[in-house]
């Protein structure tokens, strides 16, 4: 099992709620494959000093088993933001750029759910 890790920025207490939630399923080539894992979680981590990223985990499955819970994924990277033009900067950062280049070998799909608050 790999650590989860997360990260924020140091805010006020008072700071705005983050507007834009970036959550991506990663399945791996080799599903269950330690050190693809391991190298795929580390490269998240470098990937979480791209700027606009408020805060971020890198996450696997809880071992939760209720018929609705998808549990086929290797990792997942939870990301928010303050904007969704943070999430579009992200997109074309050569920080993130980089990662897509240096480790799509890594994986087989690629499922990514982007999320605003609902307005009332």
């Not at 890198?58 to 018929?67: K, L, P, Q």
Request: proline residues 6%; aromatic residues 10%; hydrophobic residues 40%.
């Amino acid at each position: 099992m790999i650590a989860p890790t997360c990260g924020a920025v140091a805010q006020a207490s008072a700071a705005p709620q983050p507007q834009f939630v970036h959550h991506v399923f990663f399945y791996l080539k080799r599903p269950g494959n330690v050190q693809d894992k391991a190298r795929l979680a580390a490269a998240l981590e470098r990937l979480a000093r791209a700027p606009t990223i408020r805060s971020y985990q890198v996450g696997e499955h809880a071992g939760t088993t209720r018929a609705v819970i998808e549990r086929g994924y290797d990792l997942s990277w939870t990301l928010t933001f303050d904007s969704a033009a943070d999430q579009e900067a992200y997109q074309v950062d050569p920080i993130h750029l980089d990662f897509v280049r240096e480790n799509e070998g890594l994986w087989s799909r690629v499922v990514v759910y982007d999320t605003v608050p609902v307005t009332r």
